[in-house]
């Protein structure tokens, strides 16, 4: 927010003068209005970012301007100043949405503290919008990209899903993008602004997977120096991502079996149990009704991770996806390697191979190939087209521009989905 702006409002010009004289040599901009008509032009078209304004105006008074400008923005801090400083004038104002109120004759130090803080407050609040429209836009649906019937079909499943407060199994191959559905759950359900916590199943031994889950009280094992708690903790009121789940030490299967049934955990060398309220959303490449069959994943703890299934196409099923993917992850590498040149776009020949390459490795191959091609570009062309390795061969076809500019977007030297992708 730079340079935040006090609109101030009176019927008394010496009043506006005054608070608007105070609030420049304390720093502030100040827009001024002694007519709320004129006000309520400035709230529309100036959008300030304070509202000083008295409470007792011929016409229309200070707690309809409050309304207005509510309505306008409702994140907008507005500060009463009235004459009549009952509780109750305080109270209705309060009660309308106002940041607080001054007694007329308030002092210069009254005056300040409260605009600064309204102003901190109002600084907050548009940080928060910040920081949460940019979470969906790194989480959300729009950065999972696929137009395919079958992705169509798993998005369709995934905003539904996510609103609901049932247990999600995200299944697919190695690379199909499981976490990033996991995310995308989250960021689309109504725990979205809670935490989302992943937890990689197959990365420790069971010990320390244990008191990671579900944490440990200072002194319960050798090196456990102090009480930490843990991750369905830290989860509780948002969502438990359970990666790689089909990995999970049978006995902990159970302790968690135990914890969700329960809502409760307790921690290693712990006595009491704690609440806990986590959405779950678990991903495995494996085959867990297979797991179950042989008896290494526990029957009860499968059907509670897996009240709703989202199936994740593996990428040679959807090849007519691989196009956008490419598109999408040259627009990407543009922004994050800051390149004399952007990468413009792919060779027709390159894209045909892409097109017809089986992808084991999923989107992680695709994002891989095109990332290398950053680096390799035209020079590796002398290897010939086309080459044994296919997705490095498409990479080799990758052409720089000429423009020395970064456009947000691959220019339309590339085909576009539109044009005929
Ligand atoms: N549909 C997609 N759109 C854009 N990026 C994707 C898509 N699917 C996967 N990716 C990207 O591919 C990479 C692998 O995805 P992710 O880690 O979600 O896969 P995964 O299924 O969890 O794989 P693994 O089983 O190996 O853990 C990530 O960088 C992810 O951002
Ligand atoms: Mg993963």
């Not at 042989?294 to 007519?320: A, C, D, T």
Request: aromatic content about 4%; overall charge neutral.
């Amino acid at each position: 927010m730079s340079e935040p702006r006090v609109l101030i409002v009176d019927d008394e010009p010496d009043m506006v003068e005054n608070c608007a004289r105070i609030l420049r040599r304390a720093g502030h901009r100040c827009l001024t209005a002694t007519d709320p008509h004129r006000a309520l032009s400035l709230l529309e078209s100036e959008r300030p970012d304070l509202l000083l304004t008295d409470l007792k105006m011929p016409e229309v008074d200070g707690l309809a301007l409050l309304r207005r400008a509510k309505e306008l923005d409702p994140a907008l801090p507005v500060v009463m100043i009235t004459a009549f400083a009952t509780i109750e004038t305080a109270v209705a104002a309060i009660k309308e949405g106002a940041f607080d109120y001054l007694p007329k004759s308030f002092t210069v130090d009254q005056l300040t503290v409260v605009v600064e803080r309204a102003l901190r407050q109002r600084r907050l609040a548009v940080e928060n919008r910040h920081l949460r429209e940019q979470l969906q836009t790194t989480l959300g649906l729009e950065n999972v990209i696929g137009r395919s019937p079958a992705m169509a079909q798993v998005f369709e499943l995934v905003k539904k899903a996510a609103r609901s407060e049932a247990n999600i199994l995200v299944l697919g191959e190695s690379g199909t993008g499981k976490e990033l559905i996991a995310r995308a759950v989250h960021a689309n359900s109504p725990r979205a602004a809670q935490a989302f916590v992943p937890v990689d199943c197959a990365s420790l031994p069971e010990n320390l997977l244990e008191s990671e889950l579900f944490g440990h009280e200072k002194g319960a094992f050798t090196g456990a120096v102090k009480t930490k708690p843990g991750l369905m903790e830290v989860a509780s009121g948002g969502t438990l991502f359970l990666d790689e789940i089909g990995e999970l030490p049978v006995g902990l299967q159970v302790k968690l079996l135990r914890a969700l049934q329960e809502r409760q955990v307790r921690r290693v060398g712990g006595t009491s149990l704690i609440d806990v309220d986590v959405r779950v959303v678990s991903a495995t490449n494996r085959d867990l009704r297979d797991s179950v069959a042989r008896g290494q994943f526990r029957e009860e703890l499968y059907y509670r991770v897996n009240v709703i299934e989202i199936r994740l196409p593996p990428l040679r099923e959807r090849l007519e996806d691989v196009p956008l993917l490419v598109e999408h992850f040259i627009g990407l590498y543009n922004e994050r390697m800051l390149r004399p040149r952007p990468i413009a776009g792919i060779e027709d020949e390159a894209l045909a191979a892409m097109r017809n390459y089986s992808w084991k490795g999923n989107v992680r191959e695709l994002a891989n190939a095109v990332e290398s091609a950053f680096t390799f570009g035209r020079k590796r062309r002398s290897a010939g087209w086309p080459c044994s390795r296919p997705p490095t061969c498409a990479s080799c076809s990758i052409v720089t521009t000429a423009t020395s500019r970064r456009p947000p977007r691959p220019p339309a030297s590339i085909a576009r989905p539109s044009t005929g992708w």
